[in-house]
């Protein structure tokens, strides 16, 4: 099968005579039959029946849309090739496994030059500030965990800079607006030691060590504070505001009761203050209010634990964003419209080899670390011409 069809190729087929010839040829090479023709060709042993550019358009399709089953239905259509939703799936996984283990390669590479004092950064930092922003969402999977749960988690990472950050006014508000025109994604299905080693990749490739400022926005997790000690150590975190404003409307709930009339307006003005770097106050305020037992926010210790990162009246006067934003879409075009369609459960290399081509895809880096990367690989592997369609 290649990208303009299906290529029909009559050719012999020599099978082995005896029970000894096959076993003979079955322990020499592995084959069980010969093919001269497919030899000629450079296809022996070419997975799927399909040329590696066609490869790479059904992992395509089976990354753009929102299941095997549509991936199935576009290809036919696209394509004119009847490719079942089961074949697409072990294509997909083909490929995503090629270049999950190279960005591995990478992350590994990168955290190894940090380990050994490599990592050498230019004297003279150029404006501009790098953003870094991580965030983790839970995924459904067929295995469960030693808890008896199905859910594991995907930690998502998203860098840009502001050099690709487009602003303007809106005329109606008079409001200042921003637009992300390039970010890059990193995913990763399992703990922060292997994650971080992929953050530190992503943002060493996008300029971290370059700009007058590093920047890093999170909801405030102790292991997200931890990375960003141990990885970006000049980086100025900052909590997600609008985080810690619906920390502050659950606090409200809780010791107000649920009737917005009796906590909305002690919250808007307590996130009113918060905004204005008035933390102090609200700490204040809080010293007098008791936390009811059953409130799942220690508000007080969650804004004297972060006092070093909601100086928000100054990140503002600096242009800076202050809310996770970008991680918050990212979770939702990356993770949520691929792999969390209602019923959807996951093996989790499969939905990793997924994610991996997902976020190269929603990178606009298709082309660069998919595309061109694997093409080659596979032309090397199976000793094929640069073009085999």
Not at 55 to 66: E, R
Not at 229 to 239: C, T
Not at 312 to 324: R, T
Request: charged fraction near 25%.
């Amino acid at each position: 099968m290649t990208v303009n069809g299906l290529l029909s190729i009559a050719r012999y087929v020599l099978r082995p005579k005896t029970e000894a010839d096959a076993k003979r040829l079955q322990a020499l090479y592995g084959l069980n039959a010969v093919v001269p023709l497919d030899d000629f060709l450079h296809i022996t042993g070419l997975p799927f029946k399909m040329t590696p550019e066609l490869m790479l358009n059904v992992a395509f399709w089976a990354q753009a849309q929102s299941s095997y089953q549509e991936a199935e239905e576009t290809i036919r259509r696209v394509h004119r090739l009847k490719i079942n939703d089961d074949t697409i799936r072990q294509v997909t996984n083909y490929i995503g496994d090629l270049v999950f283990q190279e960005d591995c390669r990478q992350a590994e590479e990168a955290f190894n030059r940090l380990d050994q004092g490599k990592l050498c950064f230019p004297k003279r930092k150029k404006k501009g500030v790098l953003y870094i922003e991580v965030d983790d969402a839970a995924l459904n999977t067929r295995s469960k965990d030693e808890n008896g749960s199905s859910w594991r988690e995907n930690k998502l990472g998203i860098v840009f800079s502001s050099d690709n950050i487009y602003t303007w006014t809106n005329r109606r508000t008079g409001e200042k607006q921003r637009q992300i025109l390039k970010r890059e994604y990193v995913t990763y299905i399992g703990g922060v030691q292997d994650f971080k080693k992929h953050v530190l990749s992503c943002a060493l490739k996008n300029g971290y060590g370059e700009y007058e400022k590093t920047v890093m926005i999170s909801d405030g997790a102790a292991w997200i504070r931890n990375m960003r000690e141990e990885l970006f150590p000049d980086a100025q975190q900052i909590l997600d505001y609008y985080h810690l404003c619906e920390n502050v409307n659950t606090f409200a709930k809780h010791v107000f009761g649920l009737e917005p009339s009796q906590y909305t307006k002690w919250a808007d003005e307590t996130c009113a203050l918060l905004k204005a770097s008035k933390y102090n106050e609200v700490l204040d305020d809080l010293k007098m209010r008791k936390k009811p037992p059953q409130c799942p926010v220690d508000l007080y210790g969650y804004i004297q634990n972060n006092a070093a990162n909601i100086d928000y009246a100054h990140y503002i006067d600096e242009n800076l964003f202050i809310g996770s934003g970008a991680i918050e879409s990212g979770n939702k075009s990356v993770l949520q419209q691929r792999l969390k369609q209602a019923g959807m459960r996951w093996n989790p290399l499969t939905a990793q080899y997924l994610l991996t081509l997902r976020a190269k895809y929603k990178s606009k880096l298709w082309s660069q670390e998919v595309a061109g990367p694997s093409l080659k690989l596979l032309h090397k592997n199976f000793h094929l011409h640069p073009v085999t369609s």
